[in-house]
């Protein structure tokens, strides 16, 4: 479906095509004409479909279209890391740029000229508020700011939001908006925590799906079958003859991250670390050295495994198997972008044989796995069934399906 085909305001197809946007992908094509007919949605759609355009464009057009105050604050959307609301700043910049609406960015890690501009974008009524929850309660809780315009209410990446724990301090910001509104909020994943959220904020809104894409045939997937105290001999390995070139090891802990660091640190390996106890200013200084190649090993948790813009990463290993084939994906899609070749590796003790079975099911696919090195000890046999239905060792045994075809429908 081409974009000139939903009806949009003029000065929003300027945008579309000085941004080189022609056609829409599954979830906009979905999800853009709920959204235009003023409808609550849930939508359970991964990073890389296409969704920031898929609420933002019909959330501009609403606005262009119908009457509101112009000295108000009109529409708040949430996101989970100040990574996530830079990147729909930017797009919103873009969309907007033949429009006469203002927006404002209001995350953490800034200076006090920062902390101003969203001060008076907040208290002056700026037509569209890009926030993460803590940022905007800060400030919330020092200003007297007026939320009884409000509109439109979007939350992104909602599953990601309640696992990082912002539940309560989302539903404080909803009790102050207007109960005659539109909300919509994406969600790569459906656990029973999205569903009670959708359940307390939304009304009677129409979910759309997207199908979890697989993962491109240009990433090269492989396994290594292990006992858990061999995953870091393998590294050693891997690591003995070439260094690291942009490379991104995924663990399930922060507290797994930090081990991982420190022993690789010791091979004298040019490693960095990231995870939830990183304030922003470490986290943007551990990203910079990363891109510029000064740090060419990262070790993290799932905090980057989605929204971070990095196009040249050579190599993605799973040291723990993820939760799931949406985990999965979002993972080793860090590598193999713009066009490019990448390879993902991942680590199969006997404990999480299962699960990678599952994966592959998926996939529809055995993944290859590689003969563990002579000198590195006899590997465990890959009997998946053998270990199905045992908990692993400090993780719940519970597991989140993979979302079937794409379907549109009421709840």
């Known amino acids: 479906m081409r974009f ?40 359970c759609a991964q990073t890389g479909t296409g969704k920031t355009a898929a609420f933002l464009l019909p ?32 797009q919103m910049e873009g969309f907007s740029y033949f429009l006469p609406f203002s927006s404002v960015a209001v995350y953490g890690g800034n200076d ?38 409000v509109k439109y209410f979007i939350l992104d990446e909602a599953d990601r939001m309640l696992d990082m724990g912002f539940y309560d301090d989302i539903m404080r910001i909803v009790k102050l908006l207007p109960k005659e509104r539109q909300t919509i909020m994406f969600s790569a994943t459906m656990p029973p925590k999205i569903r009670q959220l959708a359940k307390s904020i939304l009304n009677n809104p129409v979910e759309i799906r997207i199908a979890v894409s697989r993962p491109p045939e240009s990433i090269m997937q492989t396994a290594f079958v292990c006992y858990e105290s061999q995953k870091i ?25 930090k081990e991982i660091t420190k022993t690789l640190r010791t091979m004298k390996l040019p490693v960095g670390e990231m995870h939830s106890d990183l304030d922003q200013a470490q986290r943007d200084h551990v990203m910079h050295e990363f891109r510029n190649g000064r740090v060419n090993l990262l070790v993290a948790t ?4 989605r929204g971070i813009d990095i196009d040249d990463i ?20 860090r590598t193999a972008r713009a066009n490019a070749e990448g390879m993902a590796i991942t ?11 599952q994966i592959e099911d998926f996939l529809s696919k ?19 069934e053998k270990h199905r239905g045992k908990p692993q060792r400090g993780r719940g045994s519970g597991r989140r399906v993979p979302h079937g075809r794409k379907t549109s429908k009421k709840r």
Not at 125 to 135: L, N
Not at 302 to 305: E, K, L
Not at 366 to 384: F, T
Request: charged fraction near 25%.
């Open 302 to 305: 799932d905090i980057v495994s």
């Open 4 to 43: 000139d085909e939903f009806s949009f305001c003029e000065e929003l197809m300027e945008g579309l095509r000085a941004m080189n946007f022609k056609t829409a992908t599954p979830v906009q094509e979905e999800t853009i004409p709920v959204i235009l007919k003023k409808q609550d949605v849930i939508s």
């Open 347 to 357: 680590f199969v003790s006997e404990e999480e044989q299962w699960k990678f079975k």
């Open 314 to 333: 050579s190599l993605v290993i799973n040291y723990d198997v993820p939760h799931d084939a949406e985990d999965y994906v979002h993972r080793i899609g």
């Open 59 to 90: 959330l501009l057009n609403n606005l262009r279209t119908e009457a509101h105050d112009v000295n108000a604050l009109n529409a708040i959307i949430m996101a989970p890391t100040r990574e996530l609301a830079q990147q729909i700043d930017q």
């Open 366 to 384: 055995d993944i290859y796995k590689i003969p563990l090195p002579e000198e590195l000890g006899e590997a465990p046999a890959y009997e998946p």
């Open 233 to 257: 001999k393998i590294i050693r390995h891997l690591f003995s003859t070439q260094e690291p070139n942009k490379v991104i090891l995924f663990s399930g802990s922060k507290m797994k991250v």
């Open 112 to 149: 006090s000229q920062a902390w101003d501009v969203q001060k008076c974008g907040l208290t002056k009524g700026a037509d569209v508020v890009i926030a993460t929850p803590g940022r905007l309660l800060s400030h919330i809780n020092l200003y007297d700011i007026d939320f009884s315009k």
